[in-house]
């Protein structure tokens, strides 16, 4: 990313966000936490209960604001043309259901 992008990255609030590709990964933590994910119940069990992580969390970790303005853009848009040029595939005819894709 070009470094003169920074300076507004920070006044919205997500330089916390941009700096987190910085971080260093504690991989035995990690390992640990995988083993102990649920996704039947999106949450963690620990020796000491169930854990999940709520947006407030990522909030708090992150330093992200939440106040504010939301940024947004039209979803109105030909989805056909804009995933043959960002994914590189011609995509067949009913791919598409308003801005979802299809997976099938």
């Not at 260093?24 to 994910?37: A, F, G, M, N």
Request: one cysteine or more; glycine letters at 8%; charged letters at 20%.
């Amino acid at each position: 990313m070009d470094e003169c992008l920074l300076p507004y990255i920070d006044v919205a609030g997500f330089g916390a966000l941009y700096r987190v590709q910085w971080l260093r990964l504690d991989k035995p933590l990690i390992t640990s936490l995988v083993e102990r994910w649920r996704s039947e119940m999106n949450s963690f069990h620990l020796a000491n209960g169930e854990m999940t992580i709520t947006l407030e969390d990522a909030v708090v970790l992150l330093g992200l604001r939440v106040d504010g303005f939301t940024v947004t853009s039209s979803t109105r848009g030909d989805w056909m043309e804009l995933a043959r040029v960002l994914l590189r595939v011609e995509l067949p005819p009913g791919s598409f259901q308003g801005g979802r894709l299809s997976l099938a």
